[in-house]
C-alpha cells in the first residue's frame, strides 16, 4: 500500500488495537462503523485507537462529513459506544423474557416512549442468526434467543422469529409457539414467571444502557455524555424529542435513576444492575451527566 494510505475498518466488534498492533504504521489506522441500514442511518462511529494519529482521525471525520455522515470519535471497547450499551439492554431482554414479559411487551414498553420498534422486532429485523453465531464464537449464551434460532426461527427472513409474520407482511404477530418455548426455558433453569408491569420493563431495558453509558464516560470511550446522545439518536434512533439516554437520566434525575437500579438489582440478584461508580457520585452530589467532564468531575 502507499505509504500515506489509512487502514480503516467497519468492524463492530474486533479489537482495532490489535489490527493496528499487526501493521507497520499504526497511526494510519483507525475505525470508521457504519450503521445499518447504511443509505440511512446518519451516525459514524469514528474508532480511535491507541496509537492513531491525528492525521488519519481527522481524514476519517472529513470523509464523514463528505458523505452526510454524523461523525463522533469513540475510543476502543467491545461494541464501542452504541453496541455496548445496546448489549446491556440485550441482557435485560433476555432475562424479562425468562422472567414472564412477553415478547410484545417488551416492544411495547419501548415503542410507547417514541421507538420506532422494540428489541425483539428489531431482532427479527436484522435476523436473529447473527447475533446467535456471535455468541457461539465468543462462548456466550442467551438462552430464549438461542433456543429460537435452533428452531430455524431467523426473524422475518425465515417467516418466524420471536414473532410470525404472515406472507408478504413485515408485521409481525405474537405466537403461541414462542410463549411455549420461553415458559420451556424459564422452568428449565428454575425461574418461575411473574406479572412485571411497563413501568419495570422499561426501567430494566434503559436505565441499564444509561449505567453502561456512564461508565463508557468514566473510561474515556466517549468525551462527554452528548456524544452519546448522539450516538443514540441517529444510530439507534432513539426519540429525537427526548434528547438521548443521558440527557434522559439528566432529566428525570441520576438519583432516581440510580435507586431503581438498585432495587432492581436487589429483587432480581442481577449484579450488572448495580449502579456505576460515576453514576453513584454524580448522583449523590445531585449532578449530572451534562455537567460533567472528564478529569474535572461535575
Not at 203 to 224: C, H, K, S, T, Y
Not at 243 to 258: T, W
Not at 270 to 287: H, M, N, T, V
Request: proline share 5%.
Amino acid at each position: 500500500t502507499r505509504p500515506t494510505a489509512i487502514l480503516a475498518t467497519n468492524t463492530s466488534t474486533l479489537d482495532i488495537n490489535e489490527i493496528a498492533a499487526a501493521t507497520s504504521r499504526p497511526q494510519s489506522v483507525i475505525g470508521m462503523h457504519f450503521f445499518s441500514p447504511a443509505n440511512v442511518m446518519r451516525l459514524l462511529e469514528v474508532v480511535r485507537a491507541e496509537k492513531t494519529g491525528f492525521e488519519a482521525l481527522a481524514t476519517a471525520i472529513a470523509i464523514g462529513q463528505k458523505i452526510a455522515k454524523i461523525p463522533v470519535t469513540v475510543g476502543v471497547c467491545h461494541g464501542f459506544v452504541g453496541n455496548r450499551m445496546l448489549y446491556a439492554r440485550g441482557g435485560q431482554v433476555e432475562r424479562l423474557l425468562v422472567e414472564g414479559a412477553a415478547p410484545q411487551a417488551i416492544d411495547a414498553a419501548l415503542t410507547r416512549f417514541g421507538f420506532p420498534m422494540g428489541p425483539c422486532a428489531m431482532g427479527d429485523l436484522a435476523g436473529l442468526d447473527v447475533g446467535w453465531r456471535a455468541r457461539k464464537q465468543a462462548g456466550r449464551v442467551a438462552p430464549v434467543a438461542d433456543a429460537i434460532c435452533e428452531l430455524g426461527r431467523f426473524g422475518q427472513k425465515t417467516g418466524k422469529g420471536y414473532y410470525i409474520y404472515r406472507e408478504g407482511s413485515r408485521r409481525g404477530e405474537p405466537d403461541p409457539e414462542i410463549d411455549a418455548l420461553i415458559r420451556d426455558v424459564a422452568a428449565k433453569l428454575g425461574v418461575e414467571h411473574r406479572d412485571i408491569d411497563e413501568t419495570e420493563i422499561f426501567e430494566r431495558l434503559v436505565f441499564p444502557m444509561i449505567n453502561e453509558g456512564a461508565r463508557i464516560l468514566d473510561e474515556g470511550i466517549a468525551v462527554r455524555a452528548s456524544d452519546i446522545d448522539v450516538i443514540w439518536i441517529y444510530g439507534y434512533a432513539w426519540p429525537v424529542q427526548d434528547g438521548g439516554p443521558m440527557f434522559h437520566a439528566d432529566q428525570i434525575g441520576l438519583a432516581h435513576v440510580c435507586e431503581r437500579l438498585e432495587a432492581h438489582a436487589a429483587a432480581t440478584g442481577d449484579d450488572s444492575l448495580k449502579p456505576s461508580r460515576l453514576l453513584r457520585e454524580l448522583a449523590a452530589a445531585g449532578k449530572g451527566f451534562g455537567s460533567w467532564v472528564r478529569g474535572k468531575g461535575a
